[in-house]
T-cell receptor
Framework: NAGVMQNPRHLVRRRGQEARLRCSPV?????VYWYRQLPEEGLKFMVY????????ESGMPKERFSAEFPKEGPSILRIQQVVRGDSAAYFCASSRRDSDGYTFGSGTRLTVV | GENVEQHPSTLSVQEGDSAVIKCTYSDSASNYFPWYKQELGKRPQLIID?????GEKKDQRIAVTLNKTAKHFSLHITETQPEDSAVYFC??????????????FGKGTHLIIQP
């Protein structure tokens, strides 16, 4: 029973490029959450999605960031025109509709050069 | 929105002693309070959680207490061991029948176990 799968584990992008981060939730989990962790800091909530719906995007920057969780396939966090300040670890978590427990993935470490 | 404060930011204890980390939250609607342990470069790992209908929960050397009136909860680790050294995060969220909201995390406590 695989846990939350995130890929890639490490991603290097030049300023101005696009970054696409993927998250496959635990089988049977219908809720996906994305968090950002800056070095030496806690995790900051970004967005909460269910299949084909964004439930809460209150933590998402207004520009350049978008997220989706299509009917088929993984959830995608997209960052357009990356800047150095986007360098961080991005963690995905999933949960079941009837549970308050979360399972975290191993994260994607984005470095913008 | 919810705001979670965590103290201390760094805690150094002698091996075998107890460690206590404290958190406060602001939203009285929050009803789920997990604690995560994160080792360097790794994912957050759930170590214990508590729901608002319970005041205390224990799992071997780890216990969590919750005071809903004061809106604070604490993590207690007894008989600390070197492998307990890590960063610990508290968090809060609201769980309703349709699912759980996103977690609001504290800033973390770097726990150092001195041999």
């Amino acid at each position: 029973n695989a846990g939350v799968m995130q890929n890639p584990r490490h991603l290097v992008r030049r300023r101005g490029q696009e970054a696409r981060l993927r998250c496959s939730p635990v089988k049977g989990h219908s809720h996906v959450y994305w968090y950002r962790q800056l070095p030496e800091e806690g995790l900051k909530f970004m967005v909460y999605l269910q299949k084909e719906n964004i439930i809460d995007e209150s933590g998402m920057p207004k520009e350049r960031f978008s997220a989706e969780f299509p009917k088929e396939g993984p959830s995608i966090l997209r960052i357009q025109q990356v800047v150095r300040g986007d360098s961080a670890a991005y963690f995905c978590a999933s949960s079941r509709r009837d549970s308050d427990g979360y399972t975290f993935g191993s994260g994607t470490r984005l470095t913008v050069v | 929105g919810e705001n979670v404060e965590q103290h201390p930011s760094t805690l150094s204890v002698q091996e075998g002693d107890s460690a206590v980390i404290k958190c406060t939250y602001s939203d009285s609607a929050s009803n789920y309070f997990p604690w995560y342990k994160q080792e360097l470069g790794k994912r957050p790992q759930l170590i214990i959680d508590i729901r608002s209908n319970v005041g205390e929960k224990k799992d071997q050397r780890i216990a969590v207490t919750l005071n809903k009136t004061a809106k604070h909860f604490s993590l207690h680790i007894t008989e600390t061991q070197p492998e307990d050294s890590a960063v610990y995060f508290c968090a809060a969220s609201i769980f309703s029948g349709g699912g759980a909201d996103g977690l609001t995390f504290g800033k973390g406590t770097h726990l150092i176990i001195q041999p």
